[in-house]
């Protein structure tokens, strides 16, 4: 009984011995840094918080079914302004083949215009006499004149006297004696027009006129580019409009014959023996589409000249498609403003929470949850690569500052003094605006952003990393080293910088959340990630217009909460570091 005792003593005290080797693995300082850091909740929180932002923005662009900068469209149904119309008060001149009207003369026409009458108008302009004469309402023809003399009436009896130079035959002062007595102003004779103007008592000045434009308030357009060239002429749109002022029903023209069918302010031409196709339409309504590039068809601008006519305030149009439009007219100004239904295609801007898109879309017709996942790869890029940078410059200048010391270290930390005395974000600002003015591509300018908060964040680390070594490097174990002769960079960061890492690690790991909120300020500024790519802080410069922010939550919340729990993620790796590397913690 007593021997059992005794060698279950003896197992009991191996089992306890220190040079078991489960009792070494056991005590191992890794073991127990990692038994510290998983006892602490919110350091076990704070990664679980990480790997879902990790599998959201790296995993979860990669589910997605939409781009980062796809634009989605919706349609939307609006009674909008769709054409324009306005009387024309403007006079229209078609000259002669081979003649021409100066703007000298258009202008002196218009001047003279308000005065023209039955008798006819006369000025001078380019050095030449010219004269209007009224062929109907609102439609004139405007010539050369060359005065050939006098006619005076003496009585009953007239007398025609040639100007000195000229010649008069007796044709054209039998046709003048009678046009005098009949009252008729203008005759011809052998195909030549002679004009009579009136001048003092009972005297006339005897021309001839030579026509070279007409001047009308009317518009003609045309139902097929091939007659364009045809109705444009000088002798089709005088014949047609003769016969409009006149009342006719038919007229010719270039050797052809055409119909007319007089409507309220106008008229439709047709080809003789074809009444139902027209060729033309003629109305002193001009209407456009209020729209660049948009073709109205010819029916559809007679409807609109019919509708005015008529004083309508609205009217129905039947579209090539069969389908029956309402429009409506409106007053603005001296225009008319015609309105009616219309598809829209627009950018589905600020589109409420769906099943299509989750979040909504942005002010740029984007999913805004594709968006967060693409911007958290971004910003959690830039919090790690700018964490490394500091690391990397802040170690090397922190590990040979402190390993020197002396005036190596002197001039070392003035350089780090004079860093410090840098402003951080005036800095940024300026390199943002340099970046704006040469138009610096967006994935440039995220690797520039990155290089510039690298550069200008690392002395914190420097400053730690020379602390350390300055109590480090008096130690034996770097004693041992100087004495084997191993080279001075291997002293450094073979022996002297893996004993600051742990420390390190704990800084670095709780800097993470400092560097993507500074990145999402510097976005959030207009200072960082440009469009089309995103990071979170850029998706938050959305809240910048009050509208957005009191209407729109979905669009900047879900990306605040992001940063949010990212930065306590970090935070929480972090201080469960700092309490696992604490050698005083307890066990």
Known sequence: MSENKANNLNNNEEQLALDDGRRVKVLSPGMMVFKRFIRN????AGIIILAFMFLFSFLGGVVSPYRQDQVFYKTDSANKEYASAVVNTEYRFVTRDGSRLSTLVRANFSRVIKDAGEEGVSFEADGAAWTVRKLGDSFYSIGTAQELGTVTMLGKIADVKPNPGMEISDEVKAAALQAVQSGTLEFEVDGQTYLLTKGKAKSYTLGTVAETAIASLLSFDTYSSEDNALVAGFEFRRAAELAINEGETAFEAAGESFALEHEDGGALIYRAGDTENPMATVSN??????????FL???YKAAVADAIADHQTAFEYVNADGVTERHTIRMRGNNYIIYTEQQTYLIDMYAAPSMAHPLGTDDHGMDVLTRLMYGGRISLMVGFVVMLLENLIGIIIGGISGYFGGWVDTLLMRFVDLFNSIPYYPMMIIAGAIMDAFE???????????????IMGWTGVARVVR????SLREQDFMVATEATGIRISRRIFRHLVPNVMPLLIVQATMGLGSIILTEATLSFLGLGIKYPLASWGSIINAASNIYVMTNFWYIWIPAGVLIVLTVLGFNFVGDGLRDAFDPKMKR
Request: charged residues 10%; hydrophobic residues 55%; glycine residues 8%.
């Open 41 to 44: 909740k919110l350091a076990i």
């Open 440 to 454: 610096v591509p967006p994935y440039t300018r995220i690797f520039l952003l990155m290089a510039i908060m690298g």
């Open 285 to 294: 309504v001009i209407v456009n589409s209020v729209t660049s590039g948009v």
């Open 297 to 299: 068809p010819m029916d």
């Open 467 to 470: 602390g350390q070594i300055l």
